[in-house]
């Protein structure tokens, strides 16, 4: 049936008038204090749409136009960015910053585009029925908080029972939206759970690791972004606390957050949604994009863990572009389109092993209840000598019976303060 | 000795390093000021594009290389040599001074007897610019400070003190090696002012502007100098940073530590500066051990500020400025 689709979708398209380019903006940060994690995301994001047009001819014939703003990871600019380029045609927006991500959730609602936000963002727009237009598949931060702890459950013999462990993390909407969860689990699982906030930027952290070494936790899981990593990794060299009992999310997990320390950071472990790798689509965009004078930085960020969640962020995009075209037999998508392609979007094996991108995320499906994917993650460790994060498991799925009732109860009651009736009913 | 006390102690003397590391920052403020009136915004994104300048000159990277390679379609990106610490230290000494006289000739000349806002407003534009250039000539990947400063636990402190009251303290070698160089700084400093020509026409400026012109004292050059002086100040404070977090586009925001120092220890005078430091240093980091539990956590910022606010109720012009009166 796909493939009769898809054959009818070719026979329109090559009968009918030149296709509009399908906008794909990308709200990127390229200067300022985050621009380190913005740079290769930007790049991935940039050049798998480089690589489609070039390679494949577009997306089911029509040629992808990104757009890109800088938002200098600022929430105003974000608005600023979105506002301007939502009248291009704009099909999906992903801000990459929980900040800009909170002020476009009512816009995008009801402006009717759907925004994409993957790993970060409102955790609870995983309900679908609740939040029509905002995504946050394949994993969010409740899942991320979940693995951590089944990660550490499966080191302790499936007991943490009177251990002792700190939440590092950054004094932002961003950095507490891990806490409800972590507590929740320490219930559940009996260990002790100390929360310690860092301010924003995070260069000056002290006072937080004298009382991490005063309390001498057994485990330091750690939720920062930016100059909070590096120096969190270093200051915890500094005390000697062993690293690999220190993990960071996946937004603290990338190589420039370990580099600065040097050898120091031996050991160093994080949580990745997305496996890193050589993977067979890095040739294809080496080939198609870099060689032809296409790329959108300078190449060298290529197979990085930012620049591959970034190129995975474009592939779900695209994925999901497709399956609109086939849901609604065009090439020539609008946003509305766009989202049912986004809720009708299942990730198989078999379909990232034929995009080059084997094994790179889990398999997952979204549908009008689920927005938000499998939740599963890896983890991952640092190998200094080597510059290489190694992957340490395989993808670990969350516990949903403990993150599902937090996000049923936080979008209840977002859909009750903005008198939203539920969907998908 | 209870627990308490000793985490207080311990607490107390890491306060009093990380206030160094803050009055570093607070120096070059101070310099510009004081010879000139100006408070100078970009001091903290000096103090970046010193680093970002330092890192590239030592491991051999081309300046502008990803600009010349778009333009002409070349491949290059390093010269291809490591260069020892010292010379890059000191050719960056050269590129600052370099950069002073550019904002002399560029931006100050044009200014001279402008209100003090417009050249604030100046300040500000060439933030940017620098921070624009900086991102062009060096790139904007995080890159890792080595310049040989020592890092990590003293043995020697953490033994000493173990064996005193059974609980080793920790002191980061950094913040030591910081507080050494900044106490040669200041002295160096205060010898320059006090026995060089050069410095004496320095304070001449910063007592009076139009008597120092009067005994042919030139202002292009004082300006030059005093902005390389504060380079080189921003050379010293991005090491010591950029050491701490690697160098990176936050460290222009290492400014923000420095405003609440400026504001307690006064904006003319150096040792203002230092002393100032080291009160925010402590009160910033005993107020976090003591009170922060019970608030929450993450005080230190803003606790800075009040701090620097109290201490203006009693003495508007901070604990070593200058009393300005002004009689109508």
Known sequence: ?425 | MPDQVLFAMEVMLNGLMAGVMYALVALGFVLIYKASGIFNYSQGVMALFAALTLVGIQQGQVPFAHLINAVFGTEIHHFGWHLPAIVAIILTIGVMIGLAILIEHFVLKHLVNQEPIILFMATIGLAYFLEGVGDLMWGSDIKKMDVGLPQGLSEFIDTTTYNWFGYGFFIDRLDIAATIIAAILVAGLVAFSQYTKQGRALRAVADDHQAALSVGISLQFIWVLVWSIAGFVALVAGIMWGTKSGVQFSLSLIALKALPVLMLGGFTSIPGAIVGGLIIGVGEKLFEFMIGPLVGGATENWFAYVLALLFLVFRPQGLFGEKIIERV
């Not at chain 1, 990104?66 to 992903?94: D, F, M, R, S």
């Not at chain 1, 995504?135 to 702890?149: H, Q």
């Not at chain 1, 860092?198 to 485990?219: A, M, N, T």
């Open chain 1, 1 to 425: 049936m796909k493939k009769l689709t898809a054959l009818a979708l070719m026979g329109a398209l090559a009968s009918g008038p030149a296709l509009a380019d399908l906008v794909f903006p990308d709200l990127s940060y390229r200067t300022g204090p985050y621009a380190a994690g913005g740079i290769p995301f930007s790049d991935g994001y940039q050049d798998y749409f480089a690589l489609v047009n070039a390679r494949d001819g577009g997306i089911g014939g029509a040629q992808a136009r990104v757009i890109e703003c800088e938002t200098g990871y600022n929430t105003e600019k974000g608005v600023e960015c979105y506002e301007a380029t939502k009248g291009e045609g704009a099909l999906v927006y992903q801000p990459l910053s929980t900040g800009i991500t909170y002020q476009l959730i009512p816009k995008v609602t009801a402006d009717g585009i759907p925004l994409h936000t993957m790993g970060y963002g409102r955790t609870s727009a995983a309900n679908g029925k609740v939040f029509s237009h905002v995504f946050n598949y394949p994993a969010n931060y409740w899942d991320a908080a979940s693995v951590a702890i089944r990660y550490l459950l499966s080191e302790n013999g499936d007991s943490l029972d009177g251990k002792k462990i700190v939440l590092l993390y950054h004094n932002s909407a961003y950095g507490k939206e891990p806490i409800r969860t972590l507590e929740e689990l320490s219930k559940k699982y009996g260990f002790d759970l100390t929360t310690i906030a860092v301010d924003h930027p995070g260069q000056e952290q002290k006072s937080q690791w004298l009382q991490i070494r005063r309390e001498r936790p057994d485990y330091v899981v750690m939720w920062g972004w930016g100059v909070m990593n590096q120096v969190a990794v270093q200051e915890a060299a500094n005390i000697r606390f062993p690293m690999e009992n220190f993990i960071g999310n996946w937004w603290a997990g990338a190589e420039h957050d370990v580099t600065p320390a040097g050898e120091a950071a031996n050991g160093y472990k994080a949580l990745n949604m997305n496996k890193v790798g050589d993977l067979p689509v890095f040739a294809d965009i080496k080939t198609h994009v870099h060689d032809a004078g296409m790329a959108a930085g300078d190449g060298s960020n290529l197979g990085s863990v930012l620049y591959t969640r970034g190129m995975y962020a474009a592939m779900l995009a695209v994925e999901a572009a497709k399956t609109a075209q086939e849901l609604h037999g065009t090439a020539d998508i609008t946003a509305a389109q766009m989202r049912d392609g986004m809720e009708a979007l299942e990730m198989t094996a078999a379909k990232m092993e034929a995009l080059g991108m084997a094994g790179i995320g889990p398999e997952f499906s979204v549908s009008c209840e689920n927005h938000g994917g499998s939740g599963m993650g890896i983890v991952q460790q640092w190998d200094a000598s080597a510059k290489v994060w190694v992957p340490l498991t395989d993808f670990i799925a969350p516990e949903d019976d403990v993150t599902g009732p937090l996000v049923i109860e936080d979008s209840e009651a977002f859909a009750a303060e903005n008198n939203i009736a539920a969907r998908c009913e």
